[in-house]
């Protein structure tokens, strides 16, 4: 089983939907990137379980400063789009195309910048405190 099928067949089960998409990294910079598909909810609410559903999507351009989820291989991440939670490959320029065994490291290197979210008390424990007092 080659590593595309591995990732595909780890998404194949219900996704909770804390885990759906935690931002870890901004896009850099403007790129190209093939959709592979989408989360679909089971249920009706936002707090419900999805699943994965495989697409053969369309090429898209990422803007600059997207928050996304990288996958962490395979130059794969998750980002909103249209609505909703979908799957995207980077797809390089032809000149820029890494070996497949280096896609990942040049997808982080050329299109990502971290993303750390800021320190402290989040707004919601801060009104709650002062409430309490």
């Known amino acids: 089983m080659d590593a595309r099928a591995k990732r595909l067949h780890a998404l194949s089960g219900p996704i909770e939907a804390a885990d759906l ?3 870890n990294a901004r896009t850099a910079h403007a790129f190209s990137a ?3 598909g989408h989360f679909h909810r089971l249920g009706a609410n936002s707090w419900d379980p999805s699943e994965f559903i ?3 999507g ?3 351009r ?4 997207v928050k996304i989820h990288a996958e962490g291989d ?3 991440f998750r980002m909103r789009y249209k609505g ?3 799957l995207f490959e980077w797809q390089p320029e032809p000149e820029d195309t ?3 065994d280096q896609l990942q490291t040049r997808f982080e290197q050329c299109c990502l910048t971290g993303f750390h979210t800021a320190g402290g008390v989040g707004a919601t424990a801060f009104i709650a405190r002062k409430l309490d007092h």
């Open 21 to 23: 998409l935690v931002p």
């Open 34 to 36: 093939r959709e592979i």
């Open 54 to 56: 495989l697409e053969d």
């Open 58 to 60: 369309k090429v898209i």
């Open 62 to 65: 990422i803007f600059p400063a």
């Open 74 to 76: 395979l130059g794969w």
């Open 84 to 86: 909703g939670v979908h």
């Open 98 to 100: 890494p070996p497949p």
